[in-house]
C-alpha cells in the first residue's frame, strides 16, 4: 500500500518536475524576506483589559494604546506598498541602531516595555497616593555603539562607575559628568551571568557632552497595594505605551473616573517622574486610533504638531491632547469632564 503510493508520487513528481518547480520558486521569491520593512497604520490595545488589581473601581470609558504595524518587506508587501499611499517603505537597518540586529532590537525593546510598565505603576501608584515599594532595579546594557570601546558586554548589570554605585542612566551620566577632563577612563563594575566583573569603559565627546557608548534599561521589582498584574504578549515591546498605561493604572485605583466615559487612545513614553517623552509613527498610530473609532488621541507635546498635520490632511474627527508630564494628561482629562 505504501509502496504504491510512493511510486505514484514520483511519477506525479517526475512528469510535473517543470510546474513544481516554477511552484517551489514562486513561494521562495514571494516570501523571502527583503531588508525592508513597512510601517503602516496599526490597532488599538485596550490596557484596562490587561490590567488585574483587586480592588478595583469600574470605568464607563476605557484607555487603548496606539501601535504602529510592521510588516516585513517581501515582494507581494513592497509591491502593495506602491498602491498604498498609508504604507511607508523603509530600510531594515534604518530602524535598528547601527550594528544591531533586529533580533536585538527586539529584545531590547522588550526590556524598554518591562521598564514602561514599572514606570507606569510607579507613576499611577504615588500620585494615587498607594503604597509602591522598589524592592529591587537593575541596570541592564541593552544596546552598545559602534564608538563604544570598553569589554562590557549586551546584557550586562551595571553595579557601579568609578566605585560609585548606580542604579539609573542618569546616575552614570552624573558620574561620567563629575569627573575632571584629563580623566578618559572609567573603571565600571558589572554582573554578568551571576559573576562579578570589573570592566573598563573609554570616554568620547560627543554634542551632549562625555558618553560610554551604551543604552540602558532598569528593570524593577515592585512591591503594592493593593497587588497588580499586568498582561503583556511576546510579540509587544517597546516604551511609547508608558503614558496611557500609567492612566489606566490610575484609574483603576482612584473613585473618580478620569475617562469620563470616553474611549482613549494615547502613546508616549514615561519615567519614574511622571515626565512624558515623545515617540516615532505618530501618524499610523493616530490612523489606527481613528479607524477604531475613538474618542480622543493623547499624544506628547513633543509630537503635537506632526499630529496635527495627519488629522487635518486626512480630515480626521479624534480630538487631540498634549501632555509632558503625567500630571498634565489627568488635569486636561479633569478639565475635558468638567
Not at 483587586?54 to 509591491?79: D, N, Q, W
Not at 509613527?281 to 475613538?294: F, I, M, R, S, T
Request: hydrophobic content about 40%.
Amino acid at each position: 500500500m505504501v509502496s504504491k503510493f510512493y511510486e505514484k508520487l514520483i511519477n506525479y513528481i517526475k512528469e510535473n518536475k517543470l510546474f513544481l518547480s516554477l511552484l517551489i520558486l514562486i513561494v521562495v521569491v514571494f516570501s523571502f524576506p527583503l531588508p525592508y520593512v513597512i510601517e503602516a497604520p496599526g490597532g488599538v490595545i485596550m490596557i484596562d483589559e490587561r490590567i488585574n488589581v483587586i480592588p478595583t473601581y469600574e470605568s464607563v470609558g476605557s484607555f487603548g494604546m496606539a501601535y504602529v504595524s510592521m510588516i516585513k518587506g517581501t515582494v507581494p508587501s513592497l509591491a502593495l506598498s506602491l498602491i498604498n499611499k498609508n504604507w511607508e517603505v523603509s530600510k531594515a537597518s534604518d530602524i535598528t541602531y547601527d550594528d544591531e540586529t533586529v533580533q536585538e532590537m527586539d529584545k531590547r525593546e522588550r526590556y524598554d516595555l518591562e521598564e514602561a510598565i514599572s514606570n507606569a505603576t510607579i507613576t499611577a501608584y504615588n500620585y494615587a497616593g498607594k503604597e509602591v515599594k522598589i524592592k529591587s532595579q537593575q541596570l541592564v546594557v541593552v544596546y552598545m555603539d559602534e564608538e563604544a570601546k570598553t569589554d562590557i558586554k549586551l546584557y550586562d548589570e551595571i553595579i557601579r562607575v568609578n566605585g560609585k554605585d548606580v542604579k539609573t542612566i542618569n546616575d552614570v551620566r552624573e558620574v561620567i559628568a563629575s569627573l575632571d577632563e584629563d580623566i578618559n577612563t572609567v573603571t565600571i563594575e558589572v554582573r554578568r551571568e551571576g559573576r562579578l566583573l570589573t570592566c573598563s569603559a573609554h570616554l568620547y565627546d560627543t554634542s551632549d557632552g562625555r558618553k560610554i557608548g551604551i543604552l540602558s534599561s532598569t528593570h524593577y521589582e515592585l512591591e503594592t497595594n493593593p497587588e497588580i498584574k499586568i498582561a503583556t504578549k511576546d510579540n509587544e515591546s517597546g516604551p511609547s505605551g508608558g503614558l496611557i498605561t500609567a492612566l489606566a493604572i490610575y484609574n483603576h485605583l482612584v473613585e473618580e473616573d478620569i475617562t469620563g466615559g470616553k474611549k482613549i487612545i494615547g502613546t508616549g513614553t514615561i519615567d519614574a517622574e511622571g515626565n512624558v517623552g515623545e515617540i516615532g509613527g505618530v501618524k499610523y498610530k493616530l490612523l489606527g486610533a481613528e479607524k477604531d473609532k475613538c474618542d480622543l488621541f493623547i499624544v506628547p507635546k513633543e509630537n503635537y504638531e506632526e499630529a496635527l498635520d495627519v488629522k487635518k490632511e486626512y480630515k480626521l474627527k479624534i480630538k487631540l491632547v498634549a501632555v509632558s508630564t503625567f500630571e498634565e494628561a489627568i488635569k486636561s482629562l479633569q478639565e475635558l469632564n468638567a
